[in-house]
């Protein structure tokens, strides 16, 4: 059946948005970089302040349309992105190939339940529409605690959020994907119980996508 007869929801689900696999999941992945994702990931952006010579971690990388973004403002220092996905770490590496090929950036095949990365590695950590994958929410953020810098910085972005108010459709893909989809209060209890401080919720009346924005204190562990 060709793509012109298959919708893009058969293309998703074929695609598998929980560990994109195949041909489908590298067409969904491209495809993310121009939908709504891709403003999104744009918007979140501007939540944070990136100096040219960070060290950036992307977890979840997907397609590497964000990590390419990013790129634009980190002159000096140096990008990684982590994906337990072989499709979707071959599609970050084919994204950002000029990055690669000069050594500013990294793509490795690994997961948020163990990053290869001693503590204390990155400056600035985020994450685009992957946490709610995530296999244990509570244990993962601390791991991603133990390999941000002191003083840094972690920004989620997810495209939803628990709420009153969401259409049916979002409803059914929250249950068929297994999304965990907190509450902005929950979202904080998780981020202030992984001992990041500083908390900071970003939201937009009329929009259902949320920003969490943690930061490790001086001196944490």
């Not at 696999?21 to 990931?41: F, I, N, Q, V, Y």
């Not at 390419?68 to 980190?74: D, E, F, G, N, Y």
């Not at 994204?95 to 690994?110: P, Q």
Request: proline share 4%.
């Amino acid at each position: 059946m060709s793509d012109m007869i298959r919708t893009q929801e058969e293309i998703t689900i074929s695609g598998n948005p929980r560990h994109p696999e195949g041909e489908d999941g590298s067409k969904m992945l491209l495809r993310m970089k121009t939908r709504p994702s891709a403003r999104l990931t744009g918007g979140a952006l501007g939540f944070w302040t990136v100096n040219e010579t960070d060290t950036v971690l992307d977890i979840g990388c997907g397609g590497g349309a964000a990590l390419k973004r990013i790129a634009t403002q980190v002159t000096t220092g140096h990008l990684t992105g982590v994906d337990y996905s072989p499709v979707s770490v071959a599609t970050a590496r084919e994204t950002n190939s000029d990055a690669i090929n000069t050594h500013k950036m990294d793509i490795l095949k690994a997961s948020v339940e163990q990053l290869p990365f001693a503590d204390d590695t990155f400056d600035k950590i985020i994450t685009v529409e992957s946490f709610y994958f995530w296999p244990s929410p509570q244990k993962n953020l601390k791991e991603v605690l133990r390999v941000l810098k002191n003083s840094g910085t972690f920004l989620l972005v997810a495209d939803v959020y628990q709420k009153e108010g969401l259409s049916d459709k979002t409803l059914e893909n929250i249950r068929n994907f297994h999304l965990f989809n907190p509450t902005p209060e929950e979202f904080r209890t998780l981020f202030e119980q992984a001992g990041f401080s500083d908390i900071q919720i970003h939201l937009k009346d009329g929009e259902d996508w949320i920003c969490v924005e943690g930061h490790k204190a001086s001196g944490s562990r």
